[in-house]
């Protein structure tokens, strides 16, 4: 059971928009519309960012979208600011009622 | 508040086993699946497996067939996560989460380091 496949790293500048890619199967990411993203901080539990694929929870900036196309989801962080420097991680629901993460990409805010 | 915590960082020798405990709080603990993740040093999330806080079902990870058992005591609102057979590999932190039930996690555990030394 391999882990999503996202970029170990992509960067950009203030108020530049970057896009992190997660690709799956038709068993995951394909199959299912249930794609979450989180973001990480050094030495802090992961905070919800997107679910299903699109959402945003209550209190997540609107800088921050979702979206799906195949086996492959996407997250967009427009108008980066510096403390959007944080890990990244994709999560689907998979066949059997597991799930699984994406390897994680770390964010750097030039 | 939704408060989810666990139990204190572990030291173990390799072929022992470790069981990692998570109270909650703040929630109504039987309608709530809770999952178990972990994330060895300087490495990604890894999904091991949830278990349902109502009927005690639980799901996990083919890569841990049969070196873990996840329970719950609904009396106390605890989530219990044992895995056995520890190898240096398993050294992580444990983190549990609660799901939102529309698959997707909105509270983590302030985690707890195992650490498998001999």
Same mark, same amino acid.
């Given at each position: 059971?391999?882990?999503?496949?996202?970029?170990?790293?992509?960067?950009?500048?203030?108020?530049?928009?970057?896009?992190?890619?997660?690709?799956? @199967?038709?068993?995951?990411?394909?199959?299912?519309?249930?794609?979450?993203?989180?973001?990480?901080?050094?030495?802090?539990?992961?905070?919800?960012?997107?679910?299903?694929?699109?959402?945003?929870?209550?209190?997540?900036?609107?800088?921050?979208?979702?979206?799906?196309?195949?086996?492959?989801?996407?997250?967009?962080?427009?108008?980066?600011?510096?403390?959007?420097?944080?890990?990244?991680?994709?999560?689907?629901?998979?066949?059997?009622?597991?799930?699984?993460?994406?390897?994680? @990409?770390?964010?750097?805010?030039? | 508040?939704?408060?989810?915590?666990?139990?204190?960082?572990?030291?173990?020798?390799?072929?022992?086993?470790?069981?990692?405990?998570?109270?909650?709080?703040?929630?109504?603990?039987?309608?709530?699946?809770?999952?178990?993740?972990?994330?060895?040093?300087?490495?990604?999330?890894?999904?091991?497996?949830?278990?349902?806080?109502?009927?005690?079902?639980?799901?996990?990870?083919?890569?841990?067939?049969?070196?873990?058992?996840?329970?719950?005591?609904?009396?106390?609102?605890?989530?219990?996560?044992?895995?056995?057979?520890?190898?240096?590999?398993?050294?992580?932190?444990?983190?549990?989460?609660?799901?939102?039930?529309?698959?997707?996690?909105?509270?983590?555990?302030?985690?707890?380091?195992?650490?498998?030394?001999?």
């Amino acid at each position: 059971q391999s882990a999503l496949t996202q970029p170990a790293s992509v960067s950009g500048s203030p108020g530049q928009s970057i896009t992190i890619s997660c690709t799956g @199967t038709s068993s995951d990411v394909g199959g299912y519309n249930h794609v979450c993203w989180y973001q990480q901080h050094p030495d802090k539990a992961p905070k919800l960012m997107i679910y299903d694929v699109r959402n945003r929870p209550l209190g997540v900036s609107n800088r921050f979208s979702g979206s799906k196309s195949g086996n492959t989801a996407s997250l967009t962080i427009s108008g980066l600011q510096a403390e959007d420097e944080a890990d990244y991680y994709c999560s689907s629901f998979r066949s059997g009622n597991t799930w699984v993460f994406g390897g994680g @990409t770390k964010l750097t805010v030039l | 508040q939704v408060q989810l915590v666990q139990s204190g960082a572990e030291v173990k020798e390799p072929g022992a086993s470790v069981i990692v405990s998570c109270k909650a709080s703040g929630y109504t603990f039987t309608g709530y699946y809770m999952h178990w993740v972990r994330q060895a040093p300087g490495q990604g999330l890894e999904w091991m497996g949830q278990i349902n806080g109502g009927s005690g079902f639980t799901v996990w990870a083919q890569k841990f067939q049969g070196r873990v058992t996840m329970t719950r005591d609904t009396s106390i609102s605890t989530a219990y996560m044992e895995l056995s057979r520890l190898t240096s590999d398993d050294t992580a932190v444990y983190y549990c989460a609660k799901d939102t039930n529309t698959w997707s996690i909105d509270y983590w555990g302030q985690g707890t380091l195992v650490t498998v030394s001999s």
